[in-house]
């Protein structure tokens, strides 16, 4: 089946520092590619799609100064958490469907804390 | 727009015992139907998915739902538990309209199996 992976698996940052996220799809392509954060024990809340090769659309509430994202290549979506603050520790997870497919297959997640 | 009803935030069976996850949806287009599974501080894993072919599909680890257009339900269910299938269950729909896909997630049901 298709894999994504994510890294880091989990990061440890002071507050102000930024933290960079890389989301791959090894082997398939993906010109889409989404965000999620999830909160403990909580379900899973879109924040962006990443498109390759333009501008990522996010979701209302969801600065985009604040997280940036990049799709750089057909297989790498990054996110980044600039002046991380302790309420953005969280658990951040990407996704991409396969294409021709509707199937989403997911990262393993990173889990973020900021001190 | 679509929606996802989980019913139960927590479900408790004892092992060797049926499992019953329900989901309901509502949906403006035909939707396609997915059940995710994530195990504690991992990612998520497609247990099984619906795409309009046959309405009982069977997943991963002996898990299967039935799609019932009449009551709008898509249930998860297992004749018997294992400890290992203790975890975070997420019922998903996806749509794809004018504007795109939309991929909707349940608030999750956490399932505990218990000795």
Redesign the interface.
């Known amino acids: 089946g298709a894999v994504v992976s ?1 890294h880091p698996s989990w990061v440890i940052c002071k507050s102000g520092t930024s933290v960079k996220i890389e989301c791959r799809s090894l082997d398939f392509q993906a010109t889409t590619m ?1 965000w999620y954060r999830q909160f403990p ?4 809340m ?1 924040m962006a799609t990443s498109n390759e090769g333009s501008k990522a659309t996010y979701e209302q509430g969801v600065e985009k100064d604040k997280f940036l994202i990049n799709h750089a290549s057909l297989t790498l979506s990054t996110l980044t958490v600039t002046s991380a603050h302790p309420e953005d520790s969280s658990f951040y ?1 990407c ?1 991409a ?1 396969r294409s021709g497919t ?8 990173t ?1 973020l804390t900021v001190l | 727009a679509q929606s996802v009803t989980q019913l139960d935030s927590h479900v408790s069976v004892s092992e060797g015992t049926p499992v019953l996850l329900r989901c309901n949806y509502s949906s403006s287009y035909s939707p ?1 139907l ?1 059940w ?1 599974v994530q195990h504690p ?6 247990l099984l ?1 619906y ?1 309009s072919a046959a309405t009982l599909v069977k997943g991963i680890n002996g898990f299967e739902a039935e799609f019932k257009k009449s009551e709008t339900s898509f249930h998860l269910t297992k004749p018997s538990a294992h400890m290992s299938d203790a975890a975070e269950y ?1 019922c ?1 729909v ?1 749509e ?1 309209d004018n504007y795109g ?1 939309n ?1 909707v ?4 049901t ?1 399932l505990s199996v218990l000795p």
Do not use: C
Request: net charge positive.
């Open positions: 994510q989404f024990k909580q379900s899973l879109l997870i996704s469907p509707d199937t989403q297959y997911f990262g393993p997640g889990r | 396609s997915f995710y501080n991992k990612g998520l894993q497609l998915k795409t997420f998903v996806s794809t896909q991929f997630f349940g608030p999750g956490r």
